[in-house]
């Protein structure tokens, strides 16, 4: 069971290039969300799914875009890359059903993809 | 508005001493989730505790426990006995039943408290 993987785990672009950030989760979880971490502060919430087919727009989601055509992966595709994208990016997972309890269902991490722009 | 307050951007706690990590929410949703998170000098995010809104007891988990004052809206992180590996940065976050209906599922973090246990 290897939880939630992002590949790759260091990247640098340059101005202008594009790349995907690939996620993958093997624990059947129905939400995924990417976060931004800018050094020494929180995470910001880029885009996020409730399911296959389905995403939306978090706080921060200009310059990116997001894909959901399976419930195992979640790549976030970067556009026309810039300097303020530099970052480290955060997969996550985690388990929610209409009707119960699952808001207290944690979200699971991947490990980081750490991505500068230069 | 922000609905996480981390009011301690940095604490440096004596080896072997309790520490109590602050952390204060905003909601208006009667069923919602509280976590903490420990984000080591590695990178990465590892899960420590939840609250549920409903949950009558504090959690606790190990050397973790969680002061849940629901009136104050707050949901501090108490770590026993500190260790040198509990250096590391600390996120509250918060989970909201409402949004999820809506699935607007935003799960806020806070801007997280940088531990220092000190040997």
């Known amino acids: 069971n290897a939880g939630v993987t992002q590949t790759p785990k260091f990247r640098i672009l340059k101005i202008g290039q594009s790349m995907t950030l690939q996620c993958t989760q093997d624990?059947?979880?129905?939400?995924m969300y990417w976060y931004r971490q800018d050094p020494g502060m929180g995470l910001k919430l880029i885009y996020y799914?409730?399911?296959?087919?389905?995403?939306d727009k978090g706080e921060v989601p200009n310059g990116y875009n997001v894909s959901r055509s399976t419930t195992e992966d979640f790549p976030l595709r970067l556009e026309l890359a810039a300097p303020s994208q530099t970052s480290v990016y955060f997969c996550?997972?985690?388990?929610?059903?209409?009707?119960?309890?699952?808001?207290?269902?944690?979200?699971?991490f991947g490990n980081g993809t750490r991505l500068t722009v230069t | 508005a922000q609905k996480i307050t981390q009011t301690q951007p940095g604490m440096f706690v004596q080896e072997k001493e309790a520490v109590t990590l602050d952390c204060t929410y905003d909601t208006s949703d009667p069923s919602y989730g509280l976590f903490w998170y420990k984000q080591p000098s590695s990178g990465e995010m590892i899960f420590l505790i939840y609250q549920g809104s409903y949950d009558q007891q504090n959690a606790t988990e190990g050397r973790y426990s969680l002061n849940f004052q629901k009136a104050r809206k707050s949901a501090n992180l108490v770590i026993s006995a500190s260790q040198l590996g509990d250096s590391a940065m600390y996120f509250c976050?918060?989970?909201?039943?409402?949004?999820?209906?809506?699935?607007?599922?935003?799960?806020?973090f806070g801007k997280g408290t940088r531990l220092h246990i000190l040997p």
């Open positions: 624990m059947n979880h129905n939400y």
């Open positions: 976050a918060m989970r909201e039943a409402l949004f999820m209906k809506d699935r607007d599922d935003k799960i806020i």
């Open positions: 799914s409730v399911g296959a087919g389905i995403t």
């Open positions: 996550a997972s985690s388990y929610s059903m209409d009707g119960d309890s699952s808001y207290n269902s944690p979200l699971h």
